[in-house]
Structure formats: C-alpha cells, structure tokens
C-alpha cells in the first residue's frame, strides 16, 4: 500500500477518532436536561453521570501512555472502538442513573485511548515541522468537533428529536474511525531512548512539574465545568446554551490555530496568567449578564481558556522535559480526572441553590436563572485561585529563566 495513502488515512482516522471525543462531549451536554427528565435525576446525579466521562479518561490516557510501545496505537484503538460502541449503546438503552454511570465511563475510557493512541502515533509518522503541523491540525478537531456536536444537538432539540437520536449521531464518526483504520499498516512506535521511565518519575516530583499538576486541575475545571453543564445552567438566561457553546468552541479552534504567535508574544507563563484573568471575568458576566450580552462573555471565556490546555502540556514538556511523554500523559490526565471530582460537586451547588431560591419564593424560568447564576459564582472561584498561582509561576519562572541565562552567560566566558 502506498506509504502516503495508508498515512494520510491514519490522520484522518485520528481526526474522526478524536471528533467522537468531541460529539461524545457536546451532544451528552446538550441532552443533559433530557436526561435529567426522563429518568428524574438531580442535578447532583447528573454531576456524577458527568464524572464518570472524565474519570474514565485519565485512566485509559495514562495506561495508553504506558503501553504504547509494548501493545501499539492499533489494538489501543480497537480497545477504543469497543468502549465507544459499547459506551454509545448502552446509553440509549439505558434503563436509568445506573446505566447512564457505566455508559458514560465506558465513553470516557474510549476517548482516553483515543489520545494515548493517536498523539504519539501522528509523532512517529511526521518528524520536526511536519509534526507540529500535524498535532495542531489533529487537535483543531476537538473543539471543532464540539462546535459541529452543538449545532446538531441544537437543531434536533428544536425539531424535537428525542436524546436516543442526537446519541446515535455520535455512532457516525465513530464507525468512519474504524472504516479508515481498518486494514491499515500502523507505524511502529519510536522507542524514547533520551529517558528512561525512573527518570521520567524523577522529573515529575520537581517543584515545577508538581505546581503544574496543581494548576492543571483549576485550568481544566474552568474550561470543562461551565461547558458541561451549560445547557442546565443557561437555559433561562435568554441565550441559546448550545450556541454558546458552540461559538466557545468555534473561537477555541481558531485561536489553536493562531496559538504560534500569540505564545511567541506573550510566552506560556504570560499566556496563562491572561488566560486565568479573561476566564474570571467570562464567567462573572456569565453570572450577572442575560440576553445577547451572554454572547459577549462567552467571547471572553472562550478566549480565556482557549490556551489552557495546550500551554499546560506544552508547558510540563518544556520546563520539566525529563518527564518525557509519560508527564505530558500524567499532565492531561490530570486535567480529566479533575474534573471528574468536580462535576458532582457543581451538581450539588446547582441543587442548593435552586432550593435556596425556590424558599425565597422564585418559580420557572425566574427560578432557573437565578440557580444557573448562584451556580456560576461558585465557579468563578476556580479562575480567581489561578490568577493567584500564575502571578507566582510568572515570576518564579522568570528568575528561573534569567538564573538559566547568567549560567550560560558564566560558562561561555569561561569557554
């Protein structure tokens, strides 16, 4: 088979691997107060269903990321193949708040071998420009992908398709991943010589790596809180929720794509800070905004985690680059696992709030507005704590860089 042809297949099943990621992630939004209906869960419940979508990530991604020269990116993604179907399946069939649990972590499980596999398999096919070019347009998926998953789950929700159809949709790009995988020559994995596995351990209990894992629990949980749970928290503030996400998305993958220069301008320590101060003032408007102006904030929360994710990886590879793969691994699991902590907790903000409320004699959409809002103020905790943190890592890390550069500066006149 053509080396090109079976390559660019591979890509492109990547992509389609990585869109059932995205559809899994806003499509499950969108039916989330479906859900909530059909099978009289609180909002509680719901955070827990939630959760087992990012607990079953982290798991699988770090696992991934251990075997992947052992086991290879082909059978971690038919085991992703198998979780995806299994996880979509049983969730339209679901009996109730039991099903939807096992359901959802076999969905996150899925796209946690969707990243352990397809990320160092486009690295071992691409080499030096090539293969930043390649990750960037891989990655672009994720967020487009969620942008193109709100857009349908808005249209079927206002043509009344129930939430069993909008979840078969998420079948479509799962079983073209498949289609182009099949049959296909898989690279053989790069064996990472530069650093053994203790070494890699070694790295990751440097003060550095550590503060990064710390932040990269607030970064996520900024990012994937007010997401995930948009459709219950603004359905009454006078803006369609799925549109917010969507434009979310859609601002996301283009500033990804602009993430070059915007880095080089202000660099990663700088890039993050900006990032944790747009994130707290999207989410305030968010708190105290209704009609078109949500869509303002929305711009400005998007543009605030927009680099989050990317920077973080980027960030645990480039300042601490003895944790080799694995810390990038342990970085973005991080991320996910976080947020499968949190989620419960949201469902339960959002639960006492609406009890608060409705004591104070607030009913409908009155009622709903006021709870979603309540709910986001509480959030807004997240951002602000990070501010806090990235001042610190700012100039932290700009001592760093100037020790780093009179140590150079030493050695070269001694030299």
């Not at 998007?302 to 680099?307: H, K, L, N, W």
Request: aromatic fraction near 12%; hydrophobic fraction near 55%; charged fraction near 10%.
């Amino acid at each position: 088979m053509n080396e090109n042809v079976n390559r660019g297949a591979l890509f492109n099943g990547s992509c389609f691997a990585l869109i059932t990621t995205a559809f899994t992630f806003s499509i499950r939004a969108g039916i989330l107060p479906q859900l909530g209906e059909e099978f009289s869960l609180t909002a509680t419940q719901l955070g827990v269903i939630n959760s087992m979508f990012f607990f079953g990530f982290p798991i699988s991604m770090i696992i991934g990321g251990l075997i992947y020269h052992s086991f290879g990116a082909q059978n971690i993604m038919r085991v992703a193949f198998l979780a995806h179907t299994i996880g979509i399946i049983m969730t339209i069939y679901a009996g109730g708040y039991s099903t939807l649990l096992i359901s959802t972590l076999f969905i996150g499980f899925g796209n946690g071998c969707t990243e352990a596999a397809c990320n160092p398999m486009i690295a071992d096919m691409y080499s030096g420009v090539k293969m930043d070019k390649m990750l960037n347009r891989f990655h672009m998926w994720f967020p487009g992908g969620i942008l193109l998953g709100s857009l349908l789950s808005q249209a079927m929700t206002a043509i009344d398709f129930t939430w069993q159809v909008q979840m078969w949709v998420t079948m479509v790009p799962t079983i073209i991943y498949a289609i182009l995988f099949y049959g296909k020559t898989f690279p053989k994995p790069l064996v990472e010589a530069a650093t053994s596995l203790a070494q890699n351990l070694k790295a990751m209990v440097t003060p550095t790596f550590i503060f990064l894992f710390v932040c990269m629990f607030l970064t996520a949980i900024s990012e994937f809180g007010p997401n995930q749970w948009v459709s219950v928290i603004m359905a009454s503030s006078g803006a369609e929720p799925m549109l917010i996400l969507a434009l979310t998305s859609g601002l996301m993958a283009v500033g990804r794509f602009f993430a070059e220069p915007v880095v080089k301008a202000f660099g990663q320590t700088g890039v993050l800070l900006g990032g944790a101060i747009l994130t707290a003032i999207g989410i305030y408007m968010f708190s105290t905004v209704t009609g078109p102006l949500a869509y303002v904030a929305t711009v400005i929360f998007a543009i605030g985690i927009c680099y989050f994710w990317p920077v973080m990886v980027g960030a645990a590879a480039q300042r601490v680059p003895k944790s080799g793969a694995l810390g990038m691994s342990i970085i973005g699991g991080a991320g996910m696992f976080s947020s499968a902590i949190f989620q419960p907790f949201i469902g339960g903000w959002i639960d006492t709030a609406r009890a608060e409320n409705a004591a104070e004699g607030l009913t409908g959409s009155a009622l709903e507005l006021a709870t979603g809002q309540d709910a986001l103020v509480n959030m807004l905790s997240f951002p602000v704590i990070l501010i806090v943190l990235f001042t610190i890592f700012f100039f932290w890390q700009k001592k760093v860089t100037e020790k780093t550069a009179q140590t150079g500066a030493a050695q070269q006149s001694i030299h």
